[in-house]
């Protein structure tokens, strides 16, 4: 069988121009190119865009390119207060990763170029964006087990064009690119001509200030991982104390790429700063935190948690392979794992390649570590102190049936890795935004 890769196809001009460059390429490799396009449902013409990705791709295979094309269609909308271009992109993704699973693709092709990077940082910019978001857009980035890599970054569209004349290719035209509601609409309109006519190099500069901020924004993620290391407990939970101990541009630091690993998005600059200034190291408070979430002080530790109690998802049981580093999301259940490299109190990879998920039953037995003994749930939360609103999610089990990870208890110790040997870490992160299954393929 060939090797497959995925391109995302709108059928605008960019990724028009990227699918076909990549299967004229693939012809000759030998490789199998799907072309992944996604109905948003948000405007009356993508049906007909479907309907033109379907035909373009019938004709390029019966000329003998090594193509298909698979799509889904998003269901729902915004919710209130969310921006419609943040919810669009956050439900594209989610549905371009499930579609390059589905035909084992482990790369995906992205038709950003450099004035899209150069976009990205004024945008950024002008929401007050820090290093992380004035990185904009990273060239390769591994997530959801897949490698999304943007093979265009440093092109200019004149040179997209030339390959779009040069080939006669007919792109549709999003008629949202020219809507002044959306804000990268009104930069590209109104503000971008006037930016390149003052500043000729706009583009490259910018272009270049994202690849800087790139290398700001590593090593501030190596310098919190360093920080975290021994401030942070087996659940993910902040130790305030420890923490305090940091300078203060450190603590802001950490808090951020706590937040960030527990959340899955960014901690707004409000929050951050109420949390320095507010955070004591003994007592309990509780901060709201945006999205239905709030932040929980308690016997020291600080942890995200939400405002109702949540309850574990009446959804199907699965199977999945989660023995490798990355953010798994898990529709249908509410929220996603994210699994990293640790050093102690992990589980071997082998545990993982096949981890069956489904609700509490009653009669499970959980051990905190090798010289305690097993007890209930509902003991061993009380013991951990994790309230109501902590104890949602999933229970994971391995191939043999054993018991490995409870939702804010963390993982059995009956599984635990022996010391040093290679071993992961698992945690569960709540997200609202995949409690339901999205529709399937059409």
Known sequence: ??????????????????????????????????????????????????????????????HGFPLQLRWARLSGRPGSGESLEAWARAGRYVALARLAGEVGASLVLLAHHRRDQAETVLLQALRGGGPAGLSAMPAVVQRAGLTWARPWLQQSPAAIDAYVRRYRLQPVVDPSNADPALARSRLRLQVWPALSAAF??????????????????????????????????????????????????RQANALRAWWQSLTGRGAHDALVARLLAEVPTRGAASWPAGQGGRVVLHRGLLWVAGDAP????????????????????????????????????????ELLQAVTLRPRRGGERFQFDPLSLPRGLKKQFQAAAVPADGRGGPLAFAADGRLLFVPGLGLDARCHAPPGAPQWGLQWRPDPGLSAWPKPAG
């Not at 391109?7 to 028009?16: E, I, K, P, T």
């Not at 076909?20 to 992944?36: D, E, I, N, P």
């Open 1 to 62: 069988m060939s090797a497959v890769v995925a391109v995302a196809f709108s059928g605008g001009r960019d990724s028009l121009a990227l699918l076909h460059a990549t299967s004229r390429s693939a012809r000759l490799l030998g490789l199998q190119v799907v072309a992944l396009h996604i109905h948003h449902g948000l405007l009356p013409e993508a049906d007909a865009w479907l309907a033109s990705a379907q035909h373009l791709c019938d004709r390029w295979r019966r």
């Open 200 to 249: 000729g190099d706009a583009e490259g500069a910018l272009a270049a200030t994202a690849r800087r901020a790139q290398e700001a924004q590593s090593a501030l993620t190596e310098l919190a991982a360093m920080d975290l290391a021994e401030r942070i407990d087996d659940q993910g939970r902040l130790r305030v104390a420890a923490w305090r101990q940091l300078s203060p541009a």
């Open 310 to 349: 949540l309850q574990a998802v009446d959804g199907p049981m699965l199977t999945l392979d989660l023995s490798q580093q990355g953010h798994w999301p898990v529709p249908g259940w509410g929220g996603a794992f994210a699994v990293a490299p640790i050093d102690q109190r992990g589980v071997a990879a």
